[in-house]
């Protein structure tokens, strides 16, 4: 994915005589930020590229030619990728399948092999490691703090067998009865909430905004707009309030479990 914004913001940097964190200082940002602007890994809201603009004298340069949003869904997924890894808070919202990050080697290869065009068997081997790397971030015993929000649907659709599907609801039983993540079922008769479009991660940062990232058919997107933000997180929030507590969710897991061993 080309990076000419973020290199043209450290070649006007550079010129102005300024460190990463003396432009941040300037522009009210942090320096981790604006490392991630200039690495591509990042593009700057509105008002970032507004202020940045006033703190390097460009104009409205910055903020006129913000990065359009025309990259492949892999560059933008890649880029999610990479924030997943630095986030110190993680909220997770699914309708469809089991997110990314809690998913079991058998699911992720049943639910991989779904798609159309159909994979190659060394294409899938390689989707199925790359999604259990990103899952390695739950082997730190902390960070991120990680919440799981799942619609019921979830745990009826059948993901390659019933042995699958018992071995991966039990994974979220262990890891939600472990403490190292909550999980919050919607059960089927909460009705319409926000959120059923698809699948939504919500990300926290010790030294940046907080992110959004959606994902539906064909689309996938990182949203940093603050208001637009702000707006999911109220929709998460609104959802998680109709989801079952803690320990009500994991009773529906375990149950749900218990269906599968029995159908084999």
């Known amino acids: 994915m080309s990076n000419t914004y973020g290199e043209w913001l450290k070649a006007q940097r550079e010129t102005a005589g300024l460190t990463q964190q003396q432009l941040a200082d300037a522009a009210i940002m942090t320096r981790s930020h604006i490392s991630h602007i200039e690495g591509g890994r990042r593009v700057p809201s509105r ?7 006033m703190a ?20 933008r997924f890649e880029a999610a990728r990479q924030l997943e890894q630095q986030a110190t808070v993680i909220r997770e919202f699914a309708i469809a399948f089991v997110p990314g990050i809690l998913q079991t080697r058998k699911y992720a290869d049943a639910v991989l092999g779904v798609a159309f065009p159909p994979l190659s068997e060394e294409e899938r081997d390689k989707a199925v490691v790359a999604r259990l790397e990103r899952a390695g971030i739950l082997d730190r015993p902390v960070f991120p703090v990680v919440w799981a929000l799942l619609d019921e649907s979830i745990l009826r659709r059948v993901a390659g067998s ?8 039990m994974h979220l039983v262990r890891l939600a009865e472990n403490g190292r993540i909550r999980v919050h079922v919607l059960p089927l008769g909460s009705g319409i909430y926000p959120l059923l479009q698809g699948m939504v991660s919500l990300m926290w940062f010790e030294d940046q905004p907080p992110v959004a990232y959606s994902e539906g058919v064909h689309m996938a997107k990182v949203h940093d707009s603050p208001h637009l933000v702000e707006r999911i997180q109220g929709a998460y929030a609104l959802a998680l309030s109709d989801a079952l507590p803690l320990p009500e969710s994991v009773a529906l897991l375990r149950a749900a479990a218990k269906e599968y061993e029995h159908r084999d």
């Not at 008002?47 to 603009?53: I, K, Q, Y």
């Not at 019933?162 to 609801?169: F, H, K, L, R």
């Open 47 to 53: 008002e970032d590229a507004r202020r940045l603009d």
């Open 162 to 169: 019933s042995a699958i599907m018992a071995e991966q609801i």
């Open 56 to 75: 390097l004298n460009t104009g409205n340069v910055l903020s006129s030619f913000l990065p359009r949003d025309d990259s492949s869904i892999a560059d």
